[in-house]
């Protein structure tokens, strides 16, 4: 199970003061259990991870074998909360080099539907061209332009190069229950559906199939994703008192840090396969907490390589920032540094350590570096790079999120800024409805 330590932010802020969030993190805890807070509508991943039954993940897997036999290839098509928890995952067991792997055990995962780049479509739809490749439409909404166009262009790809027939078997739809146009498609169509529920909104569902059936046809334990969140839902209960609630104390410790002027928090890992639990967090807390002119901003690194970029502003830029790492204690193989004669590059010193010990001393130098150049640290500890582990720590980050929003007074629940750049596109492509608003953007171009 992972673990937190706040103990580098005591030079910058009070631990009394932390401690004195108890009765307010009471009060969010109890908001969030008895439905009573902003956003009420949305609390459908509260206790999600030890509600899934047994017969969800047949299906689930069911499904992805589905997809695992028929498909050398499986597109993921999303956006936000609808690929970022399946492509964190995915990316922190995957091999960092599966891509480029020619004995394949699973299929390569790919994603789309995330980003408008034309290139970027066409360069996809030229690599899935002698492809057997099958897709995951994820959708909540079942409406969102970025994910609906490159369905479009996946939909009628598969269809002509693997036959009508094999397209039902190898294209799968998460969405609504009953509206938006992915479900309507789906169901014309015959594909194999996945709901996700009314009440677990799009950044929260990475529990869900949207996460879940991604992750299961990338060949990891879907079992062992949910029990991890599971045992972090008990670690993190409303019961358990705030000391020992990792949540309570990270929502607690981080809108302290808030108040004394920290309003960037960068999640740091030092293990490159953490980069996209880093995007997944960043829309968590982006989306939940950055409203009514409010909100801590949410940035990441990925050091050591960042430490070559980003590295002098955060030792010694403005001082308006603190940083949570997420350390991985147990690394998954062996390799240590070789001796060499000439001793060309001085490394010999470090002949025979393992490369991981050189990384955590890079990480702890840094650490040291970092407090002493006046940034506040905290740091999460996952014993090593596991499906029960990463499902721990996702809840872990959700529930805190929930927590640090109703401390933060505003609806960690909605996103009413997304709106408004859909809303000028809309205008300015002259979609039919939208007449007023292009008329209003063009007068203004
Ligand atoms: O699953 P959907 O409805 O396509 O939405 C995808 C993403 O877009 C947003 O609604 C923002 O536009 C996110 O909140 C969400 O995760």
Same mark, same amino acid.
């Given at each position: ?69 028929? @498909? ?85 790809? @598969? ?76 670690? @993190? ?163 805190? @999120? ?44």
């Amino acid at each position: 199970m992972i673990s937190l330590n706040i103990e580098k932010t005591f030079g910058f802020i009070f631990k009394e003061k932390v401690s004195a969030y108890e009765s307010e993190v009471k009060a969010a805890q109890r908001m969030l259990e008895d439905g009573t807070g902003k956003g009420n509508d949305f609390l459908g991943w509260l206790h999600l991870p030890s509600s899934i039954g047994k017969e969800h993940l047949a299906d689930l897997k069911a499904t992805a074998k589905v997809l695992r036999e028929n @498909c050398e290839v499986v597109v993921v098509a999303g956006i936000g909360g609808s690929y970022l928890g399946a492509r964190a995952v995915i990316e922190a067991l995957s091999n960092s080099f599966v891509w480029l792997q020619e004995k394949k055990e699973n299929p390569v995962i790919i994603y789309a539907g995330h980003n408008i780049s034309e290139d970027y479509l066409y360069e996809l739809t030229e690599y899935l061209k002698d492809k057997k490749f099958g897709v995951i439409n994820i959708s909540k909404s079942g409406t969102t332009t970025e994910t609906a166009l490159a369905f479009r262009l996946l939909k009628k790809q @598969c269809e002509d190069q693997r036959g009508k027939e094999t397209a039902k078997k190898v294209i799968v739809a998460v969405t609504d229950a009953k509206k938006g146009a992915a479900r309507v498609t789906a169901d014309k169509e015959g594909y194999k559906t996945f709901v996700i529920p009314d009440n677990v909104g799009g950044r929260f569902s990475v529990l869900t199939p949207v996460g879940l059936l991604p992750i299961a046809v990338a060949g990891f334990d879907i079992e062992q994703l949910v029990a991890g969140a599971a045992d972090m839902e008990k670690a @993190c209960g409303a019961d358990v008192p705030f000391a020992e609630n990792p949540a309570a104390v990270y929502a607690a410790t981080r809108n302290e840090l808030y108040k004394n002027g920290k309003k960037i928090e960068i999640l740091v890992n030092f293990c490159p396969k953490l980069h996209y639990v880093s995007e997944w967090w960043k829309q968590l807390y982006g989306e939940s907490e950055g409203k009514e002119n409010k909100g801590i901003f949410p940035a990441s690194v990925d050091f050591s390589t960042d430490l070559h970029s980003m590295g002098q502003w955060i030792q010694e830029g403005e001082r308006s920032i603190f940083e949570t790492v997420i350390s991985v204690d147990k690394v998954n193989h062996k390799l240590a540094v070789p001796s060499d004669e000439a001793n060309l590059d001085g490394l010999n010193f470090l002949a025979g350590k393992r490369v991981d010990e050189v990384n955590k001393m890079a990480e702890l130098g840094t650490q040291l570096a970092h407090v002493d150049g006046g940034v506040p640290n905290m740091r999460i500890v996952l014993p090593e790079l596991s499906e029960y582990n990463i499902g721990g720590l996702l809840y872990f980050f959700e529930k805190a @999120c929930g927590i640090s929003g109703y401390l933060l007074g505003v609806n960690p629940f909605n996103q009413p800024g997304v709106e408004a750049y859909k809303k000028n596109m809309f205008a300015l492509l002259n979609k039919p409805g939208y007449e007023e608003e292009s008329k209003a953007i063009q007068a203004r171009l």
